[in-house]
């Protein structure tokens, strides 16, 4: 490898440096590049809609209207919900994908560069007119992030333009992002790498991908019909003119089921490649986790009406989608399993990015479980719109996604950065975020049960303790982040040079170049045994 | 997606790049039209299945064999009028017992009350859902629109029968009609009514 390294050395110092500035990002097509905007992009999104959460905790931190108006506050859990699903966790991994895939499979770069530059610049545009429509008079989109008609065509604010146009954006960036993962995986691997040779990391955002190209067409066709309803006079949704607006959430849920995998299975790839690396052994069953992540894809297709129960479908209906739905737990359990028994008896460290895959184990079980709560159909009547479900949601995405996501960027910090980053900053950004996060979310299980709606900027005295605590967790979390911004631009502005490998048990192509790793790599495919 | 021009970096766009591509663009759009594709087969799958309670938009024939007088359905109306519209809108009765295979005529009360011109349409909807396809109007003011000047009233005429063939389990069926004011949106010819 070593003089593969050199070649690369020598290669970069006539190559790099064309643009600085701005301009360097502006015009970039290195895939690392890139990745760092997306990365960095997907943070100050995360920084957005925390804000946004903690308004909400704000006004929810005791019973009656203190602080914003009801309409105000449908705004924000509805811009909220928006800005972290598309602006946050799918970015973000999108940047994950960017900055390790081609290195991950020994490509120079992705298969797509011009596409991939323009995937990411499109998104500032997205968030900009989503964004600004909440300062516009009338307010930004108030109907909930599923935008159910008719809250988003008859009862609209006016805002629904800005909302469709936002996740058309927001669509063609995740689908050309999607394309770009597709074909550099499927022709730029290095010679040797088969299909069964590709990390699981790979393999996971090859089939997210896939989920994508698939779904995100539908919800652009879903927007499209939600815009023509409220301004061109079409009754896809409106029951007075023959539509009809369970038919929405038809639509919408076929959608929006394979987004909550497009979601999460980047964050197994995730898990899958750190859990070894700290217990330094195989990953058990990585044939199992290939087909298990495969099947989690395509179940994902056919269980959207879950979400549904309440609508008045018939029993048989109401069974199908029960029965597929709790079906998924199989797969996703294989994976749990063989998280555990990849630790089993291995030779654990618990550096941060350990803990934080550890800590998706057990809150992402968590999540899945009161996931499973919610596919009963009997018990989902009662669940149906509480905080249970809100509690759901969040165990998955927060300490699911988002969590992952935290492992990635502190296992691969050292190799994007050339400096490791401050081990007892970083464990003390996870023990913060950890207890507060419990503190957040599993309350909101109890105020579920117990019956308190969401999205609703009021409550009933009874819930007002409970409540107390989460507000208290939310700030507590929400500060929190702000250590991990500390953490990463003290590791850019230097620290403890980094070895290429910085952690024993790694495995990995993108181990066997510096760090940092240098703007070009594996110009000359490496040799894969 | 003319990636081919000039490739900014080492990375050679070749044939098979080129095709995966292709594939991948005509699949977002065929997945694009899926996505709209949608609407006329939960049409049909509805129509088939009966699954949301939609009952048919045009008006049937009569031809059940005989009245099957062993078994009673009460069938049960409910009228509501969608935010916004501003008539009166009620059954003549509550609720009415007919034996599957006869027919009955009910009339609906309609008042616009809006102080000007104004069109509305009944939308039905039958509960359980799956009764639906037994639910059989030979004549609804659902079928068309109901244009009413100001102030004036309307009585609505409703002719059913409840198919014989009906499922044993069925014993109530409900028929709600939300009445929607869609003045804003009909053409002025079937204003000047």
Known sequence: ?529 | MHEDKAQPTDVPMNKQVKKGVTKLVVTVFAMFAFGFALVPLYDVFCDITGLNGKTSDTAATYNADGIDTSRTIKVQFISRTAQGAAWQFKPEMNSIEVHPGEMKFVKFYAKNETGQHGVAQAVPSVSPGLAANYFQKIECFCFNQQPLQASEGAWLPLQFYVDPELPEEFTEITLSYTLYDITASTPSSLESD
């Open chain 1, 1 to 529: 490898m070593t003089t593969a390294t050199d070649t690369i050395d020598a290669h970069d110092e006539h190559h790099d440096h064309k643009m600085t500035g701005i301009k360097r990002w502006l015009y970039t097509t290195n895939h690392k590049d890139i990745g760092t905007l997306y990365l960095w992009f997907s943070f100050i999104m995360l920084l957005t809609g925390g804000a946004m959460a903690m308004v909400i905790r704000a006004e929810l931190f005791q019973p009656g209207l203190q602080i914003i108006e009801p309409d105000f506050f449908n705004q924000m859990t509805t811009v909220h919900g928006l800005i972290m699903v598309f602006g946050a966790i799918m970015p973000a991994f999108t940047g994950l994908a960017n900055w390790m895939l081609p290195m991950m499979i020994g490509a120079p770069d992705m298969a797509l560069p011009r596409l991939n530059n323009w995937s990411f610049w499109i998104l500032p545009f997205a968030f900009g007119i989503l964004l600004s429509s909440l300062f516009m008079e009338g307010g930004g989109p108030n109907f909930g992030w599923t935008f159910y008609a008719p809250l988003s065509t008859t009862y609209s604010n006016g805002s629904t333009a800005f909302f469709v146009f936002a996740v058309h954006i927001m669509g063609i960036s995740s689908i050309m992002g999607a394309i770009n993962i597709v074909v550099t995986i499927m022709n730029l691997r290095a010679p040797g790498m088969t299909y069964m040779k590709m990390p699981l990391f790979v393999w996971t955002f090859f089939i997210t991908a896939y989920l994508l190209i698939a779904v995100m067409p539908v919800l652009a066709g879903t927007v499209t019909m939600v815009l023509t309803d409220t301004y061109f006079g079409t009754d896809f949704f409106n029951a007075a003119g023959g539509g009809d607006p369970v038919m929405f959430q038809h639509i919408f849920w076929f959608f929006g089921h394979p987004e909550v995998y497009i979601m999460i299975l980047p964050a197994f790839g995730i898990v899958s490649t750190i859990i070894p690396a700290f217990a330094r052994k195989q990953l058990f069953g990585y044939s199992s986790m290939v087909y298990a992540t495969s099947s989690i894809a395509f179940l994902s297709f056919i269980v959207w009406a879950h979400h549904m129960f309440t609508t008045g479908m018939p029993l048989a209906g109401e069974l199908f989608f029960m029965y597929c739905t709790m079906l998924i737990a199989v797969p996703t359990g294989v994976k749990v399993f063989n998280w555990v028994a990849t630790m089993w008896k291995g030779s654990m460290t618990f550096e941060t990015p350990m803990l934080f895959s550890i800590a998706f184990v057990i809150l992402f079980t968590i999540g899945g479980f009161s996931g499973l709560m919610l596919a009963m159909t009997p018990v989902d009547f009662q669940y149906h719109d509480t905080y249970f479900v809100v509690a759901h949601f969040h165990y998955v995405l927060v300490t699911g996604s988002l969590f992952s996501i935290y492992a990635a960027a502190y296992y691969w910090l050292p190799k994007w950065t050339g400096h490791m980053y401050s081990e007892k900053l970083g464990r003390f950004h996870f023990w913060c975020s950890l207890i507060s996060v419990n503190l957040l979310f599993f309350p909101m299980h109890f105020l579920g049960l117990a019956g308190m709606p969401r999205r609703i900027p009021d409550y009933a005295l009874q819930f007002a303790d409970f409540n107390k605590w989460v507000s208290i967790g939310g700030f507590a979390f929400g500060l929190s982040q702000l250590i991990f911004l500390v953490l990463v631009i003290k590791c850019i502005r230097g620290g403890e040079k980094a070895p290429a490998k910085p952690w024993d048990g790694a495995e990995g192509l993108e181990w066997e170049v510096p760090s940092p790793a240098p703007y070009h790599t594996f110009s000359t495919p490496p040799e894969i045994k």
